[in-house]
């Protein structure tokens, strides 16, 4: 039997009002605005995005190894091995060898690495802060319950 008619590329009005597809939309472009407000700022202060995400979660967990940092992050090791080799060579952050297991190194901040978080971290608070001045006390207390419900759905495994 010869293969139907190929399916129609075009999306049907019922499908772009989905309310879950036009709530996803919003999610996207609310975290797109605030990616390129804070890709602005931390520019300004000599930081990529992934740098100072690589800074912020070194500053809470000094000592964890490229794979934490990786899954962290929500990237590849490979990832991470780019931006850290970067950072290393900057001077922001040292690998120094796992005493436990030869095949893993250790992640620390160096001098200039805690001072590019201690000077980059009020503005990128900063930028978040407003963005959600939008939003009563009580709205960002429903909308963090919310997005963290999501986070646990079952369809991230």
């Not at 990616?35 to 602005?40: H, P, S, W, Y």
């Not at 978080?117 to 207390?141: D, K, M, W, Y």
Request: hydrophobic residues 40%; aromatic residues 6%.
């Amino acid at each position: 039997m010869p293969p139907g008619p190929a399916p129609s590329r075009r999306v049907s009005l019922e499908q772009a009002s989905d309310p879950t597809l036009q709530t996803w939309l919003a999610m996207w472009r609310v975290y797109q605005k605030v990616q390129r407000e804070l890709d602005g700022v931390l520019s300004d202060a000599g930081l990529t995005i992934a740098q100072f995400d690589v800074l912020a979660n070194l500053g809470m967990s000094e000592g964890i190894t490229q794979q934490e940092l990786a899954e962290r992050l929500l990237v590849t090791k490979g990832n991470v091995c780019g931006v850290l080799d970067r950072m290393e060579s900057a001077g922001l952050v040292e690998r120094r060898p796992d005493p436990k297991d030869r095949r893993a190194n250790r992640l620390y901040l160096t001098r200039p690495g805690r001072v590019a978080l201690h000077n980059a971290f009020p503005t990128h608070l900063g930028v978040i802060q407003q963005c959600f001045e939008a939003l009563s006390p009580a709205e960002r207390r429903t909308l963090h319950e919310l997005v963290t419900r999501l986070g646990q759905a079952e369809c991230f495994g």
